[in-house]
């Protein structure tokens, strides 16, 4: 029973940075200006998902 008091807190952190990913990427192929775009749309979705975590989702705990 006693490992029923202490519940774990899950992190469910990578779920942003796989919707941002994802959400990158289409952005990229939709500019359809070449592989280059899908790359670096990709890597956008994860800065702003590390972005969004930190300022948004972080400050949430503290209050």
Same mark, same amino acid.
């Given at each position: ?17 796989? %919707?941002?990913? #994802?959400? !990158? &990427?289409?952005?990229? *192929?939709?500019?359809?200006?070449? +592989?280059?775009?899908?790359? %670096?749309?990709? #890597?956008? !979705? &994860?800065?702003?998902? *590390?972005?969004?975590?930190?300022? +948004? ?7």
């Amino acid at each position: 029973m006693e490992h029923h008091a202490k519940e774990e807190e899950k992190s469910y952190d990578y779920l942003y940075y796989v %919707v941002a990913l #994802v959400c !990158g &990427l289409f952005t990229g *192929a939709v500019i359809n200006d070449g +592989f280059t775009w899908i790359f %670096v749309g990709g #890597v956008l !979705g &994860l800065l702003l998902a *590390a972005l969004f975590l930190k300022v +948004f989702v972080r400050g949430r705990e503290e209050r």
